[in-house]
């Protein structure tokens, strides 16, 4: 029997890799905590009425990619492919803005698209995220941008392209929308299936086709469609980046795949994720989407941004946190009589903030010296008879090759002196 493989499009993340993700989690965290976004976690799953609703027809995402089933009780369920409605849903179900507005939350967690993975693509992906809902306002969008931006500051990672647009309020997007139809109806024969239907239901995502982009690069631009007031919004958001220090490429055929967007439209991207995979991140103002849930109706702004894409873009750069070790203590039984009392020691060392290991194979000092280094451990606490009756440990260090026999009561001290740090190693 073959064995069993993980499905496509997914990766398992090994121990030797995690500390990279741990990062990005928690510097993501520590950047959104310290603009006052407080985290929420939504369900995995949602009604897939939701994402047909909130993302729209027309879009890859509702049309192609969403991992959707029906429950034996009849619910139509399906895999979160990005979390910015549910978000919405969580906040404005429990009427938070009520209490605060904007209400500025993160989040971070795998997402579901059935896409061809490739590299930078996969059917599960990890997305952390900022939404803040409530307020319309240039202040708000160029903050959320803002939080993008330093986080991707404080992960290392240089050269990143802000693309930036706007799509104005509904009616510019409607006189856009036109715009559109009347540029591509000449060109519909030459045009690619999915463009053909895009035309009919959502004119919006003709830009983001890869078949046809010769055309999206002659396309009229966003800017001719917008309203004097879209444009000092949009001048606004500008201003507010530029005195944050932040540079942008003003992008004007950037529209995002999905349907909900008004005003700022943003991208993050990268020079060494290549082609369609380019996007480290992107986001934008959705002041539309609460009505379309069946909310009240209230504006927003985030983004979502790609961790695996931001790891992937770390690790060409040979950069990141170095693999955590496994333990810095391993406590050593020399025979059966001693492993009692060797557990003993790890609990006591343990209890002490310690991250220990007991080895209790039977096997010889010389190998679980070896596998001790392996581990990453600084320090062997080596246990046999004559310890056992003494009530003695030898601690060795085993940076400096040396050892030294202390008292029971003494270990804690002594491992803690070698280690140098008061409890949690410094590896
Ligand atoms: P989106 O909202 O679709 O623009 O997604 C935001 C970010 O999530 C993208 O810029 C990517 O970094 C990441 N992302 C989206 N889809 C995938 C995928 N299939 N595999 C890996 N990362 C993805």
Redesign the pocket.
């Known amino acids: 029997m073959p064995p069993i493989q993980s499905p496509k499009g997914t990766r398992d993340i090994l121990p030797a890799d995690m500390a990279a993700w741990d990062e990005i989690y928690a510097t993501h965290a520590r950047v959104a905590e310290a603009h006052g976004y407080r985290a929420i976690q939504t369900p995995i799953f949602e009604a897939t009425e939701m994402f047909e609703r909130g993302i729209g027809a027309g879009t890859d995402i509702v049309d192609k990619e969403m991992y959707s089933f029906e429950t034996s009780g009849g619910d139509r369920l399906t895999l979160r492919p ?1 979390a910015t409605p549910a978000t919405l849903r969580a906040v404005l179900g429990a009427h938070l803005d009520q209490e605060r507005r904007p209400v500025r939350v993160h989040y971070a967690g795998p997402m579901f ?1 059935h ?1 061809r993975p490739q590299r ?4 599960q ?1 990890h ?1 952390i995220g900022v939404e803040a809902i409530g307020e319309r306002s240039p202040v708000i969008d160029a903050e959320v941008i803002e939080i993008g931006w330093r986080f991707y500051e404080a992960l290392g990672i240089d050269g990143i392209d802000l693309q930036i647009n706007s799509l104005g309020d509904l009616d510019d997007r409607r006189r856009y929308r036109q715009m559109l139809v009347d540029f591509y109806t000449p060109h519909l024969a030459g045009l690619c299936d999915d463009c053909r239907r895009r035309i009919e239901i959502n004119p919006l995502r003709l830009l983001d086709c890869n078949q046809d982009a010769h055309l999206a690069a002659i396309a009229p631009p966003a800017s001719n469609a917008l309203s004097p007031a879209s444009s000092e919004y949009f001048e606004s958001v500008l201003g507010c980046l530029r005195d944050a220090g932040i540079t942008c490429t003003i992008n004007r055929h950037l529209v ?3 349907d909900y967007y008004a005003h700022t439209a943003f ?1 993050f991207w990268h020079t060494s994720l290549h082609g369609a995979q380019n ?4 986001g934008g103002r959705y002041d539309g989407l609460a009505e379309v849930l069946g909310f009240p109706a209230t504006p927003g702004v985030g983004y ?3 961790v ?2 931001a790891l992937i873009v770390l690790q060409d750069a040979g950069a990141g946190p170095a693999a955590a070790t496994d333990a810095d203590v391993v406590v050593c039984s020399l025979g059966a009589e001693s492993v009692g009392y060797a557990a003993a020691l790890a609990r006591q060392l343990r209890a002490a903030g310690h991250r220990v290991i007991l080895d209790a194979a039977e096997r010889r000092l010389d190998r679980k010296l070896r596998n001790a280094d392996r581990l990453g451990a600084r320090v062997c606490v080596i246990v046999g008879d004559n310890e056992l009756a003494a009530r003695t440990a030898m601690v060795r260090d085993l940076g400096q090759r040396d050892q030294q026999s202390v008292a029971v009561d003494a270990v804690n001290n002594t491992v803690t002196a070698i280690l140098g740090c008061g409890g949690e190693g410094d590896k």
């Not at 996007?279 to 992107?282: F, N, R, V």
């Open positions: 990005e698209r896409d930078g693509r996969y059917r992906l997305q995002r795949g999905l991208e996007a480290l991140g992107g979502a941004l790609g695996d894409r």
